[in-house]
């Protein structure tokens, strides 16, 4: 969580999956207010994709769904979080706070003066678990204080 300057990570992660084992991240930089999506198939069923993510973007708050049973063995994001980010701040959103739509929304309002230029219509279709992640995180970076009572350690 320190980089070799002796400062706290900046980024905030938002994890969401589905049951196809897609994994849909947003990596949110408090300091450069930079958003970083990303969405891919993951096949490995310790979440090694995942997991590698993870630790490049060092982050001191991961936000994640209620954990639920994941199929084929896999341990799932939440389950992953729990046992090799134990000492990262841990959010837990409901379900209901990983959507797509709000997402798209969210960045076309926060990102562009010409919202139409990001060409989220076309990003849409393929990388809505990225933009669902993505709504929950701007959501807690914009009012971190709100959901104080989600945090877990």
Not at 14 to 37: Q, T, Y
Not at 61 to 80: F, Q, R, Y
Not at 90 to 117: H, S
Request: one cysteine or more; glycine letters at 6%.
């Amino acid at each position: 969580m320190e980089d070799d300057g002796g400062e706290r990570s900046s980024f905030v992660v938002g994890l969401i999956e589905n049951r196809a084992k897609e994994v849909g991240m947003a990596a949110f930089d408090l300091r450069s207010a930079s958003l970083h999506l990303s969405q891919y198939i993951e096949t490995s069923s310790s979440y090694q994709n995942t997991n590698t993510l993870l630790r490049f973007y060092d982050p001191c708050v991961i936000i994640v769904p209620p954990n639920k049973l994941a199929a084929d063995g896999m341990v799932g994001v939440s389950e992953l979080v729990d046992r090799c980010y134990s000492t990262v701040r841990k959010v837990v959103f409901a379900r209901g706070c990983f959507d797509d739509t709000k997402g798209a929304v969210l960045i076309q309002n926060l990102a562009a003066e010409e919202p139409l230029a990001l060409g989220l219509d076309t990003y849409y279709k393929q990388h809505y678990l990225s933009l669902a992640a993505a709504a929950a995180t701007i959501k807690w970076c914009l009012h971190p204080e709100l959901f104080f009572c989600f945090i877990t350690l």
